[in-house]
């Protein structure tokens, strides 16, 4: 089992709920409820779930780029949130975001050379002809020529612009990435280029990623272990392939049974969940997918399923996993 690069413990964010004049916190967004998790080094994790599930707001917590309600998250031995104003600056050269709209995530009025190197001068770590090398080896790491350095945004394709922003992300040497729908807004013809220059990367620099989707198609491909979330709490973590081949919560079976197949021949089931997603203002007490799993009981509404480790490694938050499985 390869070493732990960063340790989110009980991780918790809630947002307030304002009304009136006077903005008085009625109620709180229960967005990220008690969440625990590792990340690996050089390996990918898939954060899988969907929208409103809270798997944008996880990434943010852990690059701090938002503060925590509660928890703890450990980065190479240190706690995030007893770091001092300098030892916080000193993380973020470590940590980068690779954001799911390319034409919102870099300056328009910047260069792609000075988008990419913006980090580095940022940060202090070269500047002058140094800092020009260092924006010309990213262009090539991520298949741009070196006169793609003086042109804006505006002039690339939409792959184009996201390998610019996975340079960017590149520019202070990060251990950790987290890619949030990096090709979400992407052509489907390009994606795989553009997966297949991550998969590269992680190769040759030794990059771990948190791999934020709601695409399972490419969280398959890409990714060593998933998480599965849903309303705010993780109800399924494993290998890949053990969660694709054998997922236990009826939540990740309906996600997966939905997942296109290639082959026109194969006929498969898809599970369609009945109701809706419940607020995330005021979560039900006990499973908070009771209401819409076929399989709930009496204990479902009183009690709140813990992960449970069902084989090596592979952990589900359901009182029935087993009995349930097909």
Known sequence: MSEVLCNVQGLKKYFPVREGILSRTVAHVHAVDDVTFEIRREETLGLVGESGCG????????????????????FEGRNLFELN????????????????????????????????????TIHRVAGGQKKRDIVLELLEKVGLKPQHASRYPHEFSGGQMQRIAIARALALKPNLVVADEPVAALDVSIRAGILNLMKDLQNEI?????????????????????????L???????????VFYRPLHPYTRALISAVPVPDPTIRREIIILPGKVPTPIDPPPGCRFKSRCPHAQPICSKEEPLLMEISSGHFVACHFALESEV
């Open 55 to 74: 798997k944008t707001t996880v990434g943010k917590c852990i690059l701090r780029l938002i503060p925590s309600t509660a928890g703890k998250i450990v």
């Open 85 to 120: 104003k300098q030892q916080l600056q000193a993380f973020r050269r470590q940590t980068a975001m690779i954001f799911q709209d390319p034409y919102s995530s870099l300056n328009p009025r910047m260069t792609a050379g000075n988008n990419i190197g913006e980090p580095v």
């Open 206 to 230: 030794g990059l771990s990623y948190l791999f934020i989707s709601h695409d399972l198609s490419v969280v398959r491909y890409l990714c060593d272990r998933v998480i599965v979330m849903y």
């Open 232 to 242: 705010g709490k993780l109800v399924e973590i494993g290998d890949t392939d053990k």
